[in-house]
């Protein structure tokens, strides 16, 4: 006979839009143990499992605290009912939350305030929507208690379920049939009940069940915690203002995403122990990241630390639904040792409406390393080399045509193409050599492109190298300093002489056109706070318990791409309330980086 040995479910905590799916250990009637499952449509032996969710409803109406999503809501600010601001996000346990979360939660209504100035109307909070940072703050009070919150507009008040399964009079609780799958996916509807699992095994031909159900509780389901949306910041034009990234790029220009995600395999409770582990799910990581990257509304995607898995499974056909055509590599698996489908890799996407696909060119740097030692390294040391160079990186690069033509140049009629590398150095801090060769040899494939064709080009990954750096150096200045303190470390003579450390192409750090603004005002100096006046580049990308600086670049052809405008960088106090990167808020430990670019007209030559 099927019976259910033991059921557990992956994370206690589940949140709205998040699937959960629970293991079920089954004795199939042969004696084996097993975690397939036994569907009716294929039975084991004439039995097959029955799966049931129910949501159980108390008349007592909870809120869940918008801060701590694990907490009962004790206070609501009004502030937020009265500008309309989600109402979730109006919920805090205590005073002290209220007041400790209030720097942040602020902006919350500087912003809303200013839509309803600017628009008249009340706009919708979307990750990646909203109207200017007005100047005043609405007045703000804590009041109510758990009783009165449940009467909140939009609580609990969802259609009622397709299923309901009776009361328990004595508890007050009503149970609603919700889902008839092993996997369920939580509602707004949800929010703030319990749910209930049960698996039962079925006699097929008499369709009753075998002996009663095994069940299993949640906690209370919590929404998904939503950011604070980032802005649009202009750099190019005599008024600094922002821009509302909802809304289509202006004619002639194009925007570039480039975010390292933080692949599964790498979002261990032992390496981010500070975040709680259904923040770490991928799961609730996958929804939290593709709800912020498509909010950004790029043109053209570089995501870096992609599994294989993911991309095939959920980035591919959910950007597809979103009008974007991939492109993915792979890393090489000569040292890797993990399960095949986790393996990670670059994937680049871009809008078809308004680019399409030229050529695609990928760069293994195990091979440019087995071409260096065969060349330049003794046979009875290869071996040795090797092991030092060989650390399965790659690189993505994509040569795009523009679709929304030339208008405005010298030569109208000529095919505007653009050229997008995608990278991640994925190299030991103590290898400084194998780092800036991996660089080099990037900058010196993309010098042969760029003789071929006059294009522009973008060069956007995790470099894994702070301003300063030998890389950055290179990448930035077109050179590295002979007396640069990482040349001392060359143990295989790769780097020498260090003349030949050089390239040809007018790279820019487009985030460093925030430090060649002139002018005052508010978003600039709150942009200039957040950049390091002695490198010209972002204070971070990446922010951990551990490690906080940039290692995320943008860089430009300077002479054929100008910046117009800048996704605002974050500041680091707003991080560290949840300790670090990752959290529920931000689903990697880096952060995204976005520049929107105008192709500069062509010069007759």
Known sequence: MLSVVRVHLPSEIPIVGCEITPYVLLRLPTGVVSTDDVPEAAPADGYFMRYRWYRIQSDRKVAICSVHPMEQATIQCLGCVKSKIPVAKSYHCSAKCFSDAWQHHRV?????????????????????????????????????????????????????????SGTDKNSGETWYEVGRTRTYTPTADDIGHVLRFECVSVDAEKKVPVGPPTSIMTSRVIPAPTPTPRRLIQVNGDVLSHLDLDSQTSFGTFSVLSYNILADAYATSDAYSYCPTWALSWTYRRQNLMREIIGYHADIICLQEVQLNHFEDFFSPELDKHGYQALYKKRTTEVYTGAPHAIDGCATFFRRDKFSHVKKYEVEFNKAAQSLTDAIIPSTQRRVALSRLIKDNVALIAVLEAKFGNHGTDNPGKRQLLCVANTHVNVHQDLKDVKLWEVQTLLKGLEKIAV????????????????????????????????????????????????????????????????????VGYDLEHQRRRMDPATNEPLFTNCTRDFTGTVDYIFYTADSLSVESL??????????????????????????????FRCKPRIRR
């Open 108 to 164: 919350l209504h500087e912003r809303a305030s200013s839509a309803l100035n600017e628009n008249g109307a009340e706009e919708e909070e979307l990750f990646g929507r909203f109207g200017s940072t007005g100047s005043g703050v609405l007045s703000t009070t804590g009041s109510g208690s758990i009783s009165n919150l449940g009467q909140s507009p939009g609580l609990n008040n969802g259609p009622v379920p397709l299923y309901p």
């Open 452 to 519: 071929s064709a006059d294009i522009p080009m973008l060069v956007c990954g995790d470099f894994n190298s702070v301003p300063g750096s030998s890389p950055h150096g290179l990448l930035a200045m077109g050179k590295v300093d002979q007396l640069h303190p990482d040349l001392a470390i060359d143990p295989l003579g790769i780097l020498r002489p260090a003349s030949k450390l050089t390239h040809q192409l007018p790279l820019v750090s487009a985030y460093s056109s925030f430090a060649r603004m002139v002018g």
């Open 567 to 596: 996704l605002e960088l974050l500041d680091e106090e707003s991080l560290r309330k949840d300790t670090a990167l990752p959290s529920p808020e931000w689903s990697s430990d880096h952060i995204a980086l976005l520049a929107e």
